[in-house]
T-cell receptor
Framework: AQSVSQHNHHVILSEAASLELGCNYS??????LFWYVQYPGQHLQLLLK??????LVKGIKGFEAEFIKSKFSFNLRKPSVQWSDTAEYFC???????????FGTGTRLQVFP | GAVVSQHPSRVICKSGTSVKIECRSL??????MFWYRQFPKQSLMLMAT?????????EQGVEKDKFLINHASLTLSTLTVTSAHPEDSSFYIC??????????FGEGSRLTVL
């Protein structure tokens, strides 16, 4: 069965610090990978996605993620966070032959000025 | 991007009553929508896949008679929580597949059962 693991449940950073959020998945075939963000009081928004091709994908707001197939990982990075990045971040995986999206447990990011 | 809207955003009901939550794709047609449930400080748990014109497909452990899903049109799916109990209190989120294969999410509906 598909599963997604996010190791960091709560991350606290100061502005301008670098960010890396871990995401590992378990699935026996080709996958599509996603990172979503949920700002306080708002709905989920897509940050970036990987379907195929270049394993380093760039998303909105300066975020990027790298798909490492051998490690079953899709870590999210940002070189310099801002206070406005304070939100909940979810990694998600979808098997190539299914529409169902399976989410990780989420990581709460707090950025202090 | 595409817009998915849920209504109501918050609902409070008495134990034993039924509550209907609507999910609409406002600017596109969605043959497939999904219903998720999110517990506090936890992930989104997929409850069911809603298919236009056919029966919903429920995930293991989700009671289909408890959580009725109807996808009567290409822009509307409804989730009805029947005979609600306090343990059904949660945040319910729907999503719809856009033409590109990307999922767009609704704002969520917070249900509180007293």
């Amino acid at each position: 069965a598909q599963s997604v693991s996010q190791h960091n449940h709560h991350v606290i950073l100061s502005e301008a610090a670098s960010l890396e959020l871990g995401c590992n998945y378990s699935y026996g075939g080709t996958v599509n990978l996603f990172w979503y963000v949920q700002y306080p009081g708002q709905h989920l928004q897509l940050l970036l996605k990987y379907f195929s091709g270049d394993p380093l994908v760039k998303g909105i707001k300066g975020f990027e993620a790298e798909f490492i197939k051998s490690k079953f990982s899709f870590n999210l990075r940002k070189p310099s966070v801002q206070w406005s990045d304070t939100a909940e971040y979810f990694c998600a995986v979808r098997g190539y032959n299914t529409d169902k999206l399976i989410f990780g447990t989420g990581t709460r990011l707090q950025v202090f000025p | 991007g595409a817009v998915v809207s849920q209504h109501p955003s918050r609902v409070i009901c008495k134990s034993g009553t039924s509550v209907k939550i609507e999910c609409r794709s406002l600017d596109f047609q969605a043959t497939t929508m999904f219903w998720y449930r999110q517990f506090p400080k936890q992930s989104l748990m997929l409850m069911a896949t809603s298919n236009e014109g056919s029966k919903a497909t429920y995930e293991q452990g989700v009671e289909k008679d408890k959580f009725l899903i109807n996808h009567a049109s290409l822009t509307l799916s409804t989730l009805t929580v029947t005979s609600a109990h306090p343990e059904d209190s949660s945040f319910y989120i729907c999503s719809a597949i856009y033409d590109t294969g990307e999922l767009f999410f609704g704002e969520g509906s917070r249900l509180t059962v007293l």
